[in-house]
């Protein structure tokens, strides 16, 4: 079709006269033939313009009985039409909402079913293939089942729910759109899982699956789902401050339905919320204590600077204390890295769906772990005071835990001169009850008596140490335990380390070629480009023209395409680098060629992207 010459389509009608009535761009180069508009408005039939939907009348062969409710529905489906149709590119729900046409139409309050109904004729739904439509301009989540978002949000039908960020009924949110359901924004789980092993063909050394190419389904899925928690964001006007200190986007972390332990937090209710910093813009968890009465601010000053201090992998790392009165009493709030898709080991091993089974090395690895917290802590003349299972959080694989909610005993409790061998002491009972806990559970068992537990017998020799009352523990007592144990561990960590390293290696240039590809789209056979002369023949954009069918066109000697990732790699690569290679660009006729470098063509691409984001 050529858009540039529109002689050829000034007789044939417009599609969009014909499908809704009207067309946005008659006035604005649309080529083909639109009538006029009075004709439109009067014309009988299905032909109806949504502008003038409120005065329309239904022609007079319509039953009458049906007729009204047709009338109706069919303004219905044209407002819905409409709305699909006017807001091509914007996402926003308050540029949605004062866009014309849209603003009194609320597909929650429409029950109407177009679509086969019968005795109506069924209007077109919002095609994705209509040049205004963009099915992303429908906000994320738009789709409350659980189905693909942007597949409902393409093949919209008028009736069908939630397809535009609206006010929820009753509530003055906008709910779909800001609030996602979880489960509906990516769809990692459309990855086909790999076959099951009985299924694999054994590969020779030089061969692959299309699933080695990519990075593991498992990991993929992992990191998809960390990237989803972390960037939740839960709906503005309820009980929430939006702003607390220097954070905002509060989002509560805590949905079950266990009493805390009071004692914990000094007989006060507390909650957690993940939290986004206006300071560095950085994802962190707030705990905040409720109505706390702080008398000197050494109280929180003290504590907050011993435990900052404190930087170990397997301690969450404290960042700021305050006392605030956004939630309009004097609230203790505390904040900590946050580490999406976290869960305590309670919740892992014991209340989780699918519980991760415990192992003999996985509680090797939880005590090497957690003596190395409990090292870094005590060598600040600090103790946790807190390791329990309800307080470790298990942040990733294999098995990587650290000890949470650090600093705030110490504020709550607060003694201007402590000494910390005793609460040390604690810590060294709180690991054993911890880990014998953990051994009960791996059996099954309710009886946490040492002897009884199906663990070796160093583990056994261990909890015996830990959970011994009266004797005065150290560390490297403890540690001299298990030493041939805490090799094995650090060479697992390693190992996975490597794994994850050489999955990061292979993906490595993934972002900046996409990038590239992406500015190279932008700018070219865009539909001005065609009657702009700098993109003709003998134009000054015409070399992009050329290299694109040099990287991606090209064909051998008898016109069969080559598809060769290689060379396209390649020559993004130096395009990208912008080296002062020469090439040949040869137009498709063969009549002409150019010679320019890599780095000629990347300042050319880069002036033209510029002048097109201008
Ligand atoms: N640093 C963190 N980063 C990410 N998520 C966390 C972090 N700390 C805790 N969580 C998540 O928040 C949940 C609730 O944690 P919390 O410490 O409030 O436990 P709890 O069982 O509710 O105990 P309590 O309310 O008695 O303190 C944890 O299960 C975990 O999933």
């Keep these: 079709m050529d858009k540039a010459n529109a002689e050829w389509a000034k007789d044939i009608p417009c599609k969009n006269i014909t499908i809704y009535g009207f067309c946005k761009y008659e006035n604005d180069g649309c080529i083909f033939n639109h009538g006029s508009t009075k004709a439109n408005a009067t014309s009988p039939g299905p032909k109806f313009n949504a502008k003038t939907a409120s005065s329309f009348t239904p022609s007079k062969v319509l039953n009458s009985k049906n007729s009204t409710s047709a009338a109706i529905k069919a303004e219905k489906v044209a407002k819905a039409l409409t709305t699909a149709v006017e807001q091509p590119t914007t996402s926003s729900p308050l540029a949605m909402k004062s866009a014309p046409f849209t603003a009194s139409y609320n597909p929650y309050a429409a029950n109407f079913t177009p679509v086969g109904s019968a005795g109506t004729s069924t209007p077109p739904p919002a095609s994705s293939s209509h040049p205004g439509f963009n099915p992303y301009s429908a906000p994320a989540g738009i789709n409350n089942t659980g189905d693909a978002p942007m597949q409902s949000s393409a093949s919209f039908i008028p009736g069908s729910p939630a397809p535009f960020a609206q006010e929820a009924p009753g509530r003055h949110t906008n709910f779909p759109s800001i609030y996602p359901p979880s489960h509906s924004i990516l769809q990692y789980h459309l990855y086909a899982p790999d076959p099951p092993l009985h299924l694999k063909v054994p590969l020779k050394a030089n061969e692959r699956t299309p699933e080695m190419l990519f990075i593991p389904n498992d990991i993929r899925e992992e990191l998809l789902k960390k990237n989803q928690a972390a960037l939740q964001v839960f709906p503005s006007g309820g009980n929430l401050p939006e702003i607390v200190g220097d954070y905002f986007g509060l989002v509560p972390l805590e949905f079950h339905n266990r009493a805390s332990n009071k004692e914990r937090y000094q007989g006060h209710q507390n909650s957690l919320y993940k939290v986004f910093s206006n300071f560095d813009g950085k994802i962190y968890i707030m705990r905040r204590i409720h109505d706390v009465k702080i008398k000197e601010s050494v109280q929180i000053f003290k504590p907050f600077q011993d435990w900052k201090k404190l930087v170990n992998s397997n301690v969450v790392g404290v960042r700021d204390a305050f006392v605030t009165r956004a939630f309009s009493d004097s609230s203790l709030c505390l904040v900590h890295d946050y580490y999406p898709q976290s869960s305590s080991l309670y919740e892992t091993h014991f209340v989780s769906f699918n519980p991760t089974p415990i192992t003999q090395d996985l509680l090797w690895s939880y005590l090497v772990q957690l003596c190395s917290a409990i090292q870094a802590a005590h060598s600040f003349n600090l103790a946790f005071q807190n390791i329990c299972l309800d307080k470790v959080i ?221």
């Design 394 to 614: 298990v942040t990733g694989n294999p098995g990587r835990i650290k000890i949470g909610d650090s600093c705030l005993h110490d504020i709550l409790y607060f003694q201007e001169d402590t000494d910390a061998t005793k609460e040390q002491q604690k810590d060294f009972v709180d690991l054993g009850t911890l880990l014998r806990d953990l051994a009960a559970k791996s059996t099954g068992s309710q009886d946490t008596d040492i002897e009884s537990l199906v663990v070796d017998n160093d583990f056994k020799q261990v909890l015996n140490y830990l959970l011994e009352p009266k004797s005065l523990k150290t560390l490297p007592e403890l540690m001299a335990l298990f030493s041939h144990k805490i090799l094995p561990v650090l060479s697992s960590l390693q190992t996975y380390a490597e794994y994850t390293e050489s999955i990061l290696a292979r993906e490595l240039e993934n972002a900046r070629l996409f990038r590239l590809m992406c500015k190279l789209n932008f700018i070219f056979g865009r539909m001005e480009s065609r009657i702009d002369i700098n993109w003709s023949e003998s134009g000054e954009k015409f070399p992009i023209i050329l290299f694109y069918d040099y990287v991606f066109h090209q064909s051998d000697e008898s016109g069969k395409p080559v598809m060769d990732l290689t060379h396209v790699l390649r020559c993004l690569n130096k395009l990208d680098a912008g080296i002062g290679e020469k090439l040949m660009l040869v137009t498709p006729d063969e009549m002409n060629c150019f010679i320019t470098s890599y780095k000629e063509l990347k300042d050319l691409i880069d002036s033209t992207f510029r002048a097109l984001s201008q």
